[in-house]
């Protein structure tokens, strides 16, 4: 099993920016892509950007490219996703995912462990 803990949520004004760490432990060495992804109150949840932990290579939503960035640290342990410029339509609960299967996705259903999930809050 691989657990995953998200950390580093919480209240920012807009313009701002925050850091979210993942953090997992347990069967790691079988993981082929991290991910994030967030929901909104009353909407589904959707992808926001994704990691080959093979290759580096990384996936972004049109709504954040170049706003934020996804990396890791080099022992593939921690995932962070740095996110900036930030606007009130982020606010959402973000959840770090795990894939044991896929190299490349940006589906949900490719990614079979998640965390708790950890709150964002952009204030106008």
């Known amino acids: 099993q691989v657990q995953l803990v998200e950390s580093g949520g919480g209240l920012v004004q807009a313009g701002g920016a925050l850091r979210l760490s993942c953090a997992r432990s347990g069967r790691t060495f079988r993981i082929y892509a991290m991910g994030w992804f967030r929901q909104a109150p009353g909407k589904e949840r959707e992808f926001v950007a994704a990691?080959?932990?093979?290759?580096?290579?990384?996936a972004y939503a049109d709504s954040v490219k170049d706003r934020f960035t996804i990396s890791r640290d080099n022992a593939k342990i921690t995932v962070y996703l740095q996110m900036n410029s930030l606007k009130p339509e982020d606010t959402a609960v973000y959840y770090c995912?795990?894939?044991?299967?896929?190299?490349?996705?940006?589906?949900?259903?490719?990614?079979?462990?998640w965390g708790q999930g950890t709150r964002v809050t952009v204030s106008s």
């Open positions: 995912a795990a894939s044991s299967t896929t190299l490349d996705s940006t589906g949900d259903k490719d990614y079979d462990y």
């Open positions: 990691m080959n932990m093979l290759g580096a290579r990384t």
